[in-house]
């Protein structure tokens, strides 16, 4: 079974023309031959033929601009959907058509009122958004394809690029059904690209005479974060002895502010043997869909024989320390992301002598209405087998150090760190026939905006990971890689993310608070190795002598004494441009300390410190966007529909 792009339904022919008397058989193109019964066919005057002409006529014109605009998938060929707004008023659906290059949106308006904006910007801003408008006067409705620009002015666009195939009201609402490209090449349209795409809306609630009457400031609006270009991949055979567990939230009330993270602690059964987790999906309790942002299940550490029940949100002054011990994935899950299948040769390992009883749930509630008493029970389904696959499949995680020798300026509006996994460590670490990543989790802090990984070998870039280039630190989950990526001893796994601080106006340094930043990718991959930590950090020494070096040409001291920690060292730093670009400087040439541990938190044995950075000298090129072909003069005008007359409240 494969999950799939949409697929186009035959295009129907129509009922048969009654040309001849039921049981006659008697056709236009069919002679009659001797020894036949005689037919009686009906004549017809010159107006019914004349009238039946023009009929087909018509009818083929509609068959001809459905074939070039290409079928319209049905109810059933869209399996990704996920609620827009909190309240659920607005559903969206779609599907992703690879061949086509197009994604097929399918959105669901359960209480209509004078129109609405759906479209797609860089960070969720209203402000130089690519947007599809429905809007009324009260009598007439109309449908366009739109721009805003920095002021947020709406403008129809020149190239109408979301293209409206179909609408139908239905007793649980109104339906549009459109489409657009991945790729229009219109300097005012968003490019749909891999990753993480920030959906906006607004809800009109007055008629408006004209789209550029709509003033978006004074409309109810918001954003829903989704991974619109789902993979297409081949679902594996699940075994006869499949049996479920379902770790989910023990009937809480969530809490009446807008972002609750909420923990709660289970355990296995004593004894509970080694399986393979194969599959996984969410539990949301209906009514929640809008509420419950995403979920993971963390495995604790295996070196405590007990840890404490707790069930209270993860940020609470009173949870108990020993909590921060449950960091191993084994499953994440985020909204509009559906069932995660391990491919067929591979399942993640829990139960056994050497794996914790003990699993942390966490769930985050996104909130922005403040229900109050709203009661949940979701959480997170795990299929698992006795029935262990060819291999375990592990985790290993890329990028940087949790460490504060990685900072970054305030002010800044795109600074990049670099965390390095090296050609060292996988020559020592990976078995002779390599690695297979199937999947991939990004994550930083609130300052990350972009993150990618890149496999490089021999000194040449040769493929790209994962990378999402709207990345946003609320929307994390697991992700299906479309193809698995090989990764063989020798090769280097370079991990960049972007940060953005122009809120701040002390430097941020890497560590475990969420004011502090990281740069991770937590990629699953088999067979497992004793690998399970590959990143770097800038050499210590380095730094010392940049700080040395900012006492030297600044009045301002600071202070580089032993009692002195680095994140005060960094707060103490006068930014101006010199600091900004020596410090940016040293982390493109400093050497580097290498982390190249096992799952005990040990390092494999070898030189670490002072590794220098990898060379490389060729890289990969930026990939071009694919034009699709015109089909032909779209004029900028909407397109008039008849919705009836709109409600008035």
């Not at 996920?82 to 008023?89: K, N, R």
């Not at 657009?180 to 920030?198: M, N, Q, W």
């Not at 974060?225 to 023990?250: C, F, G, H, Y």
């Not at 990049?416 to 050609?423: A, E, F, I, R, S």
Request: glycine fraction near 6%; hydrophobic fraction near 35%; charge should be neutral.
């Amino acid at each position: 079974m494969q999950l799939r792009s949409f697929t186009y339904p035959d295009c129907p022919g129509g009922p048969a023309h009654k040309w001849a008397k039921p049981g006659c058989g008697c056709h236009p193109a069919q002679m009659q031959t001797s020894g036949s019964k005689p037919c009686s066919c009906p004549s017809f005057k010159l107006r019914e033929v004349v009238s039946l002409y023009f009929t087909m006529i018509a009818v083929f014109l509609v068959i001809l601009v459905v074939a070039l605009q290409g079928s319209a998938p049905r109810g059933s060929d869209f399996p990704y959907k996920v609620p827009l707004d909190p309240q659920g008023l607005l559903e969206l659906s779609w599907n992703v058509s690879y061949p086509q290059q197009a994604v097929h949106f399918q959105l669901l308006i359960r209480d209509l009122q004078f129109g609405l904006l759906f479209g797609m910007s860089d960070r969720g801003e209203f402000e130089n958004a690519d947007l599809a408008v429905l809007w009324s006067d009260g009598r007439n409705s109309y449908f366009g394809d739109a721009w805003s620009d920095a002021q947020g002015q709406l403008h129809m666009d020149s190239q109408q690029d979301y293209q409206l195939l179909g609408k139908w009201k239905a007793p649980e609402g109104l339906y549009l059904l459109f489409k657009r490209a991945f790729s229009t090449c219109d300097p005012k349209d968003y490019l749909i690209e891999d990753g993480t795409v920030h959906l906006i809306y607004g809800i009109l609630d007055k008629p408006v005479h004209s789209l550029q009457a709509i003033n978006i400031s004074a409309i109810h609006r918001g954003l829903q974060r989704v991974q619109l270009l789902k993979p297409n991949i081949t679902i594996p055979k699940l075994p006869s002895d499949m049996k479920t567990m379902e770790i989910t939230a023990p009937d809480i009330v969530i809490p009446s502010q807008e972002t609750t993270y909420w923990c709660y602690m289970a355990e296995l059964p004593h004894g509970f043997p080694k399986h393979h987790i194969i599959m996984y999906e969410p539990v949301i309790t209906a009514g929640n869909e809008a509420l419950v942002h995403h979920m993971e299940v963390f495995q604790c550490a295996a070196k405590f024989d007990s840890f404490p029940h707790y069930n209270g949100p993860c940020d609470y002054k009173m949870k108990p320390e020993r909590l921060n011990y449950c960091r191993h994935v084994l499953a994440a899950w985020a909204m509009g992301a559906q069932a995660f299948y391990y491919p067929k040769e591979a399942g993640i390992a829990f139960g056994g002598p050497d794996s914790s009883r003990y699993l942390r749930l966490e769930v985050h509630y996104h909130n922005p209405l403040i229900f109050k008493g709203r009661r949940d029970s979701s959480g997170i389904r795990l299929y698992y087998t006795a029935t262990l696959r060819r291999h375990d499949a592990g985790i290993m995680e890329l990028g940087l150090v949790y460490t504060p020798v990685m900072a970054i300026p305030p002010g800044e509006d795109a600074f990049v760190l670099t965390g390095y996994c090296t050609d060292k460590c996988t020559q020592l670490a990976l078995p002779a026939a390599g690695i297979r990543i199937f999947a991939s989790q990004l994550h930083t802090h609130l300052a990350g905006r972009k993150v990618v990984t890149v496999l490089s070998r021999d000194g040449q870039e040769r493929q790209v990971v994962n990378s999402d280039d709207h990345y946003s630190p609320h929307f994390q989950d697991i992700r299906m890689l479309k193809e698995v990526v090989p990764v063989f001893p020798g090769d280097e796994l370079i991990t960049t993310c972007t940060y953005n601080t122009k809120d701040r106006s002390q430097a941020t340094v890497g560590g475990f608070s969420i004011l502090e930043e990281m740069c991770v990718n937590y990629v699953h991959y088999y067979p497992q190795t004793q690998l399970e930590l590959c990143k770097s950090a800038v050499d210590p020494g380095y730094l010392h002598r940049y700080f040395n070096l900012v006492n030297r040409f600044n009045d301002e001291e600071v202070c580089t004494c032993p009692q002195v920690s680095v994140p005060q060292q960094f707060y103490s730093v006068p930014w101006n441009t010199f600091n900004r670009d020596v410090l940016k400087s040293l982390y493109g040439f400093a050497p580097i300390s290498m982390h190249c541990n096992k799952s005990s938190a040990v390092r494999f044995p070898g030189k670490w410190e002072k590794q220098p950075l990898p060379t490389i000298t060729k890289r990969l090129r930026e990939p071009v966007p694919h034009c699709p072909p015109t089909p032909g003069p779209r004029p900028a005008a909407p397109i008039p529909l008849d919705l009836g007359k709109l409600r008035r409240d």
